[in-house]
């Protein structure tokens, strides 16, 4: 009786501790998708800056022709 109190016990704490690290892994996945957003945010804006100086280069270009 003492060995199946026991490995009922052990499986409870082995799926306890697979909760905890499925909340660790949840938690750090919401992390990266708003770590994915800002970054994506940053290109987004950069690309925009480039475009506008591209744009000026050119019209500089046209004007020195």
């Known amino acids: 009786m003492f060995w199946a109190m026991l490995a009922i016990a052990a499986g409870f704490l082995g799926l306890a501790v697979l ?10 996945a919401q992390r990266l998708a708003r770590q994915v957003t800002e970054t994506t945010q940053q290109i987004n804006r950069a690309a925009e800056d480039l475009e506008k100086a591209a744009a ?7 004007e020195a022709l």
């Open 19 to 28: 909760g905890v690290m499925a909340v660790k892994v949840f938690v750090e």
């Open 56 to 62: 000026g280069v050119a019209r500089a270009g046209r």
